[in-house]
């Protein structure tokens, strides 16, 4: 049985729950979809500058988006939409995470598939 990795320097064992944690560029990614999307919106106003630069500082103060080891993606996303809502409530939690980039997924082959090859042969 293998160890379970952990931080070398803080010692948390790493989360194995969902999907892994992602650093802090994807959700400033996010927010710059975000302020795209709002330019182009008829229904929404557009975010400012200042607004958008709030919500940056407020995801650079939290020490949980620098500790990849201690969350998984569906914490890491609730913090953000809370940092984005805190300053523009007016927004739809949906809309929010909707503008975050998609997170790939390994391909793999279905084991039925593999299986169905493997007696083939």
Do not use: W
């Amino acid at each position: 049985m293998r160890l379970h990795t952990y931080c070398v320097t803080c010692g948390k064992v790493r989360n194995i729950d969902g999907p892994p944690a992602k650093k802090l560029g994807f959700y400033m990614r996010g927010l710059s979809t975000l302020k795209e999307y709002l330019e182009r919106s008829a229904q929404y106003g557009k975010m400012t500058q200042s607004q958008s630069r709030l919500i940056s500082k407020a995801l650079e103060k939290l020490e949980e988006f620098d500790d990849l080891y201690g969350l998984n993606l569906e914490v890491q996303g609730q913090l953000y939409l809370e940092a984005v809502c805190g300053v523009r409530p007016d927004l739809d939690d949906e809309l929010v995470l909707r503008m975050l980039p998609r997170v790939r997924r390994r391909s793999r082959r279905p084991l039925i598939v593999m299986m169905a090859r493997a007696s083939a042969a």
